[in-house]
């Protein structure tokens, strides 16, 4: 029987649905008889749980409705019993019942609306009145207006109460309320008892202290929600008035507002871990308290987070040693505030209270490090902060690893859990952001030799230059390594899976991406010399190379990381020196070249399917020795002083060298993937060949030939017949440029014999083997005169060589129709295009510029308009005719 599944009943893990045979990360058995059993009992206690919270949101309900008749008068309605049940009110009621259908707005949410909206006049009502119409009374009877007004807001509650107008008493309490600090407002202004000499905040802080404690005696008195939650979040405000009285710093306030938070805290602990039962009843039941300690709670944990902001941002910006220390009191106050609310509270979520230990922890953090400010030398601030960092977060991945709470499983202790939890994410996250206050000096230091590298390649006389890194920035990035170290060990001991486990592979990556340049900056951090770094930096990513080929299946994609990262760097550093650069692309040429060949050779014929999960990186490092020869030849050109035509040479070598590996590779079982690759890109080198002597017609016609020859030699492998096409086009292409150079009018007379040729064996070829394609056999012999001769025809005046091209274009077009071969249809019926274009040209110039230059805008727009009317005809006919020349061979 399958049934859904929140998730493991051991470890907690989602399972989805259908769950599977076992749990994923615990192995837990999830299939016979005893786990059909415990799915029983779990969805039993869940039915339970959700049973008896409904039962406590109907047992305050109750409760309310019977104190209600209770306290009403012995003649009011509703005093002698509930009434009938009202009609569709289920007998249990479901969970998320909202009564009747039909209603958008229900009764209650429409009452507490009207009850907000009434309210907020009245105060405001009142308000005007104080101000605006105060001075029209005498001091008599501005005393009896607002004392009269305040009384019966106050008093009006509990006849309210005994009519069961609960949601209406707590309104009038509320304005009450108001009236009270309008009261002393008015108070003051009228200047009673010589209140107008104290000063305005003090005078505030007073009255708001003494309003809070009134309120919150007045809501517990009379069983009033509200007031009780206005009292305890005005006990907010006097603190912070005092400390505006007294003429306080920046620090100052920060204390108040964390130690007022923390009175609310305390006065809600003692609440509701002490008298939970009484609270309940004296607000209305269960439901009611947990959404007043809820709000109050979000009130005075934000209260307290901005005062913890408050001091944090301070921290960084205190003039003086004395005023860092003054500092520290409101730190304090909001780490022990955090660990309070993270181990005393146990009904906050679990989030919650990370974030409390969390914020602890950068206060502890923030508080050492702004002390060593003043201590430490200006480059080493950071430091002071990365320090305590890195051994708080150290701590707390041994306390995640010795409990097994790196995800909160359900066995571990909640308040232990999320201490671990919330202390190594906050200490993690100030290490990363120390870390990244560094990196200017860290990139700065890794760039240095590529940036006198530009230099030195374009200038010959490069000036002296001074590699070094600062010892602070580095000591920060060597404690995160060490941290990232420790959760990687942790973190693979406790994992069920460490291979497949995504946490530790994320540490291992970052692990080696940081270590590695730790690692290669320590030689220019003691003062080594240039030379030495470099050969530091080689050894190490020939070290890693020789390690992967020793050992090829072990841990292969860390070890490839740090070769990546540490190559990489190696050959950014070698550009600041030409021998260098040299010596460490040969030596990367070549341990690439050795690393595909190991990675992709299969150790055995069963291991054919290693080899192919492996053949991405073989192909990579193939293409990377292939890329490392061309640089080589590049920079040993330019390095001797040849010209780039000359130097391009060197890079078709290159080239050469790769389709004869590519070649080689294609042999051996399961590396045909870097065969491909090695050859991709050893076209590409002869492509920038190609480019290089662009500016050198005799240059790049030998080029072309050497190409062309090469291309013919590729052609000899079975897999690749079709490169004779490409390197016949080379061969033709270089004696264009060749009969371009010797100023040749009338290249017929060397193009023709060649054609001639080509046809001859073209044709031969196809009588003797009918499946040849008909670019193989005339491709090359038809282009080999036409698209000389249609370059000639454009430089050409005489009207006799158009009309012969013209006349032999129209032949082969016809006789490609007739034979329905693709090769003479598009080359002669491109070149009798391209011939007849040329013939029109003159003329359609000379007929643009006698038109009007709106006719041409105006063809061009009705031409859309027609192509767009008949698109999908033109689609299907362009379909077809794209079928019919493919049918051809």
């Known amino acids: 029987m ?316 205190a003039p003086s040693q004395a005023e860092v220390m003054r500092n520290w009191v409101p730190l304090g106050l909001f780490a022990l505030l955090g660990v309070a609310l993270c181990r005393g509270f146990r009904a906050l979520p679990f989030a919650v209270r990370c974030g409390a230990e969390g914020a602890a922890v950068v206060a502890l953090i923030v508080a050492v490090g702004s002390g060593l400010r003043y201590a430490v030398p200006t480059e080493w601030v950071v430091a002071g902060y990365a320090a305590p960092a890195a051994v708080i977060a150290a701590w707390a991945a041994m306390s995640c690893a010795r409990g097994g709470r790196w995800e909160q499983p359900a066995y571990a202790p909640p308040a232990q859990a999320a201490a671990a939890v919330g202390e190594l994410m906050a200490a993690s996250t100030a290490l990363i952001l120390a870390a990244v206050a560094a990196l200017p000096n860290i990139a700065d230091a890794l760039t240095r030799p590529a940036v006198q590298g530009v230099t030195v390649w374009l200038d010959d006389d490069s000036p002296r230059w001074n590699w070094e890194v600062a010892s602070a920035p580095l000591v920060v990035l060597w404690l995160l390594v060490a941290v990232l170290v420790a959760m990687t060990v942790l973190r693979t001991r406790t994992a069920a899976e460490p291979r497949t486990d995504r946490m530790a592979n994320a540490l291992r990556l970052a692990r080696t991406l940081t270590a590695v340049p730790a690692l290669l900056l320590l030689p220019v951090a003691v003062g080594l010399p240039y030379e030495w770094v470099l050969t ?34 190696t050959l950014l550093w070698a550009v600041a020196d030409r021998s260098a650069v040299l010596v460490v692309w040969g030596i990367a040429a070549a341990s690439a070249a050795v690393l595909a060949h190991v990675v992709s050779a299969p150790e055995a014929p069963t291991d054919r399917l290693t080899s192919r999960s492996n053949a991405p990186v073989a192909s990579v490092a193939g293409a990377f020795a292939v890329l490392a020869l061309g640089v080589e030849a590049i920079a040993s050109g330019v390095t001797a002083g040849l010209a780039w035509h000359g130097t391009a040479f060197a890079v078709l070598a290159a080239a050469g060298v790769s389709a004869c590996a590519a070649a080689a590779w294609l042999r051996s079982p399961g590396r045909e993937q870097v065969s491909v690759a090695v050859e991709c890109t050893g076209y590409a080198l002869a492509a920038i060949a190609l480019a290089l002597t662009a500016p050198n017609p005799a240059a790049l016609s030998l080029a072309l030939a050497v190409c062309g020859v090469a291309g013919l030699g590729v052609a000899l492998r079975p897999d690749r017949r079709r490169a004779a096409l490409a390197g016949t086009g080379l061969l033709i292409a270089s004696s264009w440029v060749r009969l371009a150079m010797a100023d040749v009018a009338s290249p017929e007379a060397y193009t023709l014999p060649v054609t001639a040729a080509a046809l001859l064996i073209g044709h031969r070829r196809r009588t003797t083997d009918p499946g040849t394609s008909s670019w193989t056999a005339y491709g090359s012999g038809l282009s080999a005169t036409m698209l000389p001769s249609l370059a000639a025809t454009w430089t050409d005046g005489s009207w006799v060589r158009p009309l012969i091209l013209g006349a032999a274009a129209l032949s082969v077009t016809v006789i490609g129709v007739r034979t329905r071969l693709q090769a003479p249809l598009l080359v002669g019926g491109g070149v009798l295009v391209l011939a007849g274009l040329h013939e029109l040209a003159p003329t359609v110039v000379q007929v643009f510029g006698l038109l009007p230059r709106w006719v041409p805008l105006a063809g061009a727009g009705l031409l859309l308009l027609l192509l767009g009317a008949t698109y999908e005809k033109r689609i299907e006919e362009a379909r077809r005719l794209r079928d019919t020349v493919s049918g051809m061979r």
């Open 2 to 317: 399958q049934m859904e599944s929140p998730g493991c009943p051991d470890c907690g893990t989602p399972l989805g649905s259908p769950p599977p045979a076992s749990c994923g990360r615990c192995g837990l058995p999830l299939t016979g008889p005893d786990a059909y059993a415990l799915w029983q009992v779990t969805r039993e206690l869940n039915a339970l749980d959700a049973r008896r919270s409904w039962l406590m949101w109907r047992r305050g309900e109750l409760l309310g409705s019977l104190r209600a008749r209770r306290d009403a008068p012995a003649g009011a309605p509703g005093a002698g019993g509930a009434g009938p049940v009202p009609a569709g009110a289920p007998v249990f009621a479901p969970a998320g019942w909202a009564g009747p259908a039909g209603r958008e707005v229900s009764a209650p949410s429409a009452r507490t609306v009207l009850l907000i909206v009434g309210g907020v006049l009245v105060v405001v009502a009142a308000l005007v009145f104080t101000v605006v119409s105060w001075g029209g009374l005498g001091i008599g009877g501005r005393a009896a207006v607002l004392l009269a007004l305040t009384a019966c807001a106050l008093a009006l509650p509990r006849l309210l109460i005994g009519r069961r107008l609960t949601a209406t008493a707590e309104a009038s309490a509320v304005v009450g309320l108001a009236l009270v600090l309008l009261d002393g407002y008015a108070a003051r202004e009228a200047g009673l008892g010589g209140l107008d000499r104290f000063g305005t905040a003090g005078y505030w802080a007073v009255l708001t202290a003494l309003t809070a404690v009134g309120a919150a005696a007045y809501g517990w008195w009379q069983r009033l929600r509200l007031p009780l939650a206005v009292g305890l979040l005005m006990a907010l405000l006097p603190g912070l008035l005092l400390t505006s009285a007294e003429g306080g710093g920046t620090q100052d306030y920060a204390t108040a507002m964390i130690a007022t938070a923390a009175v609310d805290f305390a006065l809600l602990y003692a609440l509701t871990r002490a008298r939970a039962t009484a609270v309940s009843d004296r607000l209305g039941g269960a439901r009611a308290a947990t959404i007043l300690v809820t709000g109050v709670r979000a009130v005075g944990g934000g209260w307290a987070l901005l005062g913890g902001a408050l001091a944090i941002t301070y921290a960084f910006d």
């Open 536 to 569: 530091v930096a080689t050894v190490g990513s020939v070290a890693v190379v020789a390690d992967v080929v020793r050992r090829p299946r072990a841990a292969l994609a860390s070890r490839l990381v740090a070769l990546s990262a540490a190559g990489a760097l």
